[in-house]
DNA sequence: ACGGAAAGTGAAAACGTGTTCATTCTTCAC
DNA sequence: GTGAAGAATGAACACGTTTTCACTTTCCGT
């Protein structure tokens, strides 16, 4: 067969290959990274032949001619892996003992388990999650549905939760929906197929029926934003794992804030219609202005958007009746509501309109908006939020857990 | 066993459970989804029946007393998926052509694949992926590493791919590597266990060691950055697969548009160190200058973030000599020297100083910047990309593919 | 009607692992 | 030295597919 193989450290063997070439190619490994042992095996000698490059050389030629034989390998080898198989018949040993050396569970001799993942790092070995998936019914994969990556609410807690879950041996499986928050049915059937062990939902609007098709199989679905959590709407006991979010804190320190400024027509630009964390904002909002003696606050729709936000605000100004202080249900639509006041409204922030936003993202900092917002810690959440998918998946009968987060101003330019 | 199964459409049944909760779930799932077949089974009686909303519910309670059974289904059913043969012996047929019937190459009677898929539909089945990938050697998983989310360029970016990865039957399978750009090897082994068929990397400063690790399979890796791309750079063929992004022509377009309004001083505000994106915008607008007559440009050192954009900024103006125009590697780095300017040095952009960014984000052109900036289309980036990537898969000896993206300048309120 | 090509079919063999179960080896107290 | 308990071991099976390979049926032109 027309193979090539390379080794660096120790054995530096060249099978069928210019052996200038190899030798050159491992002289530049050797001085790049010489503690590293590194096997290149299985390719069409030709190819990496045409493509090594020979003499001096800089890191990124190598890794240009390394990529292009990885690119043209050899079909023949698309299988070449290392098996259990083979580190066992290495090891001298039969191969429950290797799976079982990857178990930390699993009782085996420590000497043996040692010279077991010793070769079988020499062979480029870790067991095949395919194959183990198929026989635990564990995937180890974690699906996240998300209408739009690009929502930076949305793309900081993706980062945290892969973050948080590559930690635990699992792996984030991406899929988008539709931006109106809505999940298909396709979607999810789709999604089934490739087993995931939980599934995060960055949408509201679920269907049951749509629930329903991944009933038969035991996986946790996480609705992910959370219920509002406020004291008076906990009930006995949840009936299943719940993140609470108690907005109340914030809401009132902020709502405590405006009111020290003398502000009378508080504005509330809204997220999408019925979403959860719309509803649970504007209702806390509400509840807190009534309970402090203010009138309701006024509502202009939007749906989390800077470009809807912008247009609400223009709407609020121009066909009613404007306000003091705005209120935006997230961050993003803050910034919409702050460059409609300044750019196009003519009005100063802070000191002829007040915004607050919510979520405190990374962007909220930045000099041109340097917002004051309601922040919900991302880090803890997503924390909180891996605890119950891990608590749940090793303990599926276990009692429902229930976690519940807090919420605190940010005070920086908006106000005051 | 303890079980429970509730069919809409057609048979209602109830077994082990209370009746009038089922009808009463029935009957609601029936007034809101008619048309659809629900089949809800495998739980655990006693839990589904103290869950069940009955009488008059909304959508939210009963959603939530689903997910509430999801979570605490029985451990007994967790394998509690339809299998190749159930839909056989369903349908009379062999379990071979149950695979068929999934598989659109192979041939079967157009009829007993119609009855296969049918009946499929009515059992929920789909194949399971990870016996799939075990036998086939395809995962249609591709693993995705970016350092960080959250960065806008990224995060749309990795939207668009996912999107276009699962209109063709792939799902994005996502990585966190250092937020420094490299790419260490513990996560390209981690990686590798779980078979993606492809890899796209979002860092540059990847070790041929690194790389290496990978060879064994036959993986394509695509490292994302892709080289400059100019015509004086470009050889006799590619050796790889390989995107090029032609920056010359955004770079002479903003160039000549600056010299129109006099500009003398121009300043770099560079990204990543020795990136690719760095270093090919960095040398284009070197070269296009100096085409021009221009002075080579200033570099403010930098590493795509609004916060050192910001700071760098600061240094150009309070350390160094300043500058009449500022070119950021990216479109964030440029938000930083806008507000740098405006709210820290006083100065007015354009008036005082322009600002030109690299990539065209959606945020670029929101009122607070309204920037001008090198345009990368990333819709057609990332459907060339796929579609490299889906020809290699199909083919994996074919010759090395190039496809070559083209950029234009968007003008915008930062220049003039 | 006839032959041959093409399409359709199912039994059996992979794919690479985790798990069970009966067996063997070690350890330790007496 | 003995027995028993416990740890260590490997053979065999299971997981749910796709693929290969003979074999049978259908189709079509003469």
Redesign the interface.
């Known amino acids: 067969m027309n193979t090539f193989s390379l080794s660096v450290n120790g054995l530096t063997r060249c099978q069928n290959g210019s052996a200038e070439r190899c030798v050159s190619a491992t002289g530049?490994?050797q001085r790049?990274?010489d503690s590293?042992a590194?096997?290149?095996?299985?390719?069409h000698a030709s190819k990496l032949d045409s493509?090594l490059p020979c003499g001096q050389t800089n890191?990124h030629d190598?890794?240009?001619?390394?990529?292009?034989?990885?690119?043209?390998?050899?079909?023949t080898?698309?299988?070449?892996?290392?098996t259990a198989e083979m580190v066992a018949q290495r090891a001298n040993v039969s191969r429950v003992a290797v799976s079982r050396a990857f178990n930390p569970h699993a009782s085996l001799k420590p000497a043996k388990r040692e010279l077991i993942l010793r070769i079988a790092q020499e062979l480029?070995y870790?067991?095949?999650?395919?194959?183990r998936?198929?026989v635990s019914?564990r995937?180890?994969?974690v699906g996240v549905i998300v209408p739009?990556?690009?929502s930076?609410w949305e793309?900081?807690e993706?980062?945290a939760l892969?973050?948080a879950l590559?930690a635990e041996g699992f792996?984030?499986?991406?899929?988008?929906t539709r931006i109106d928050y809505s999940m298909d049915e396709q979607l999810l059937?789709?999604?089934?197929?490739?087993?995931p062990d939980s599934v995060i939902a960055f949408v509201e609007n679920?269907?049951?029926?749509t629930?329903?098709?991944?009933?038969?199989?035991?996986?946790?679905?996480y609705?992910h934003y959370p219920r509002s959590g406020a004291p008076e709407e906990s009930q006995a006991g949840p009936?299943?794992?719940r993140l609470n979010v108690l907005h109340r804190t914030g809401v009132e320190q902020a709502v405590s804030l405006l009111q020290g400024y003398g502000v009378r027509r508080i504005a509330y630009v809204s997220g999408v219609d019925k979403s959860?964390a719309n509803t649970a904002r504007e209702h806390m909002l509400r509840v807190v202005m009534a309970e402090r003696g203010l009138a309701p606050p006024i509502i202009a729709a939007s749906d989390f958007s800077?470009d809807r936000a912008?247009a609400a605000t223009l709407d609020l100004f121009r066909v009613g009746e404007g306000a003091d202080a705005i209120f935006a249900a997230n961050d993003v639509g803050a910034?919409?509501v702050?460059?409609?006041l300044?750019?196009?409204l003519n009005l100063r922030v802070p000191e002829d309109v007040k915004v607050v936003g919510f979520d405190d993202i990374?962007?909220s900092h930045?000099?041109?908006?340097n917002l004051t917002t309601v922040k919900f810690d991302l880090e803890e959440r997503v924390r909180a939020l891996v605890r119950l998918i891990l608590r749940?998946l090793n303990n599926?009968?276990a009692p429902?857990l229930e976690e519940t987060l807090n919420t605190r101003l940010v005070v920086r330019g908006t106000v005051g």
């Open positions: 530049y490994l790049s990274y590293l590194v096997i290149v095996t299985g390719f493509v890191e190598f890794i240009d001619a390394i990529a292009g034989v990885a690119l043209s390998q050899d079909e080898t698309a299988r070449g892996r290392a480029n870790t067991p095949d999650r395919a194959a998936a198929l019914g995937s180890h994969l739009d990556v690009c930076h793309s900081q993706i980062d892969t973050t590559q792996a984030t499986l991406l899929f988008k059937a789709y999604m089934r197929g490739f087993n679920v269907k049951p029926a629930l329903a098709r991944f009933l038969d199989r035991a996986v946790p679905i609705v009936l299943h794992d959860r800077y912008y910034f919409g702050i460059d409609a300044r750019h196009e990374a962007q930045w000099k041109s908006y749940r599926p009968d429902a």
